[in-house]
């Protein structure tokens, strides 16, 4: 019923169409919060396998693997989300005509980001980073925003693309 009466208010005032590209048009995206998730997955990697290299584990050895696991897992899907916001609700077809391998990039992003989830391995992780690295510079030369790489300052110390912005 109130459709039908917002159909026939429409008809007689004939409102704007308006459109959003998202849920809430805030025009707020921004990459590194993925980066960021990713180099923790590489983190927790290296502190799980620290921790498994010892001869013997102990019972606060055994909880700290399985919360580090845990938070590996969580740091995975958060890079999911993450790209996955920016690559529905802003890569519209303008960007996927400067970027055609966007969908790909992504795909391949949601696949690392699960392989990260089901092993504890340095390679996948980082080679999640590298394409969460790639999303990013793209993402930023849709608008028109040069980026330089430099080695971020904390553990895993690993190379992170970052916008290069005003003085």
Request: glycine share 2%.
């Amino acid at each position: 019923m109130l459709h039908s009466m917002f159909k026939a208010l429409d008809k007689r005032f004939v409102f704007a169409t308006v459109q959003a590209h998202c849920d809430i048009p805030c025009k707020i995206y921004d990459p590194q919060i993925a980066q960021i998730a990713a180099l923790s997955v590489i983190r927790f990697v290296d502190l799980i396998q620290e921790i498994a290299s010892k001869d013997e584990l102990t019972l606060a050895d055994q909880a700290q693997i399985s919360r580090l696991v845990r938070e590996k897992e969580i740091h995975a899907a958060k890079v999911k989300e993450e790209v996955r916001v920016i690559w529905g609700d802003y890569f519209k077809q303008p960007q996927f005509d400067q970027f055609p391998d966007t969908h790909e990039l992504v795909h391949s992003i949601m696949l690392k980001a699960s392989a990260c989830k089901q092993h504890v391995s340095r390679e996948p992780a980082e080679e999640l980073l590298a394409l969460v690295n790639t999303f990013a510079a793209s993402f930023w030369a849709t608008k028109g925003v040069d980026t330089f790489s430099a080695q971020c300052p904390y553990p895993p110390e690993m190379q992170v693309v970052y916008p290069k912005l005003g003085d």
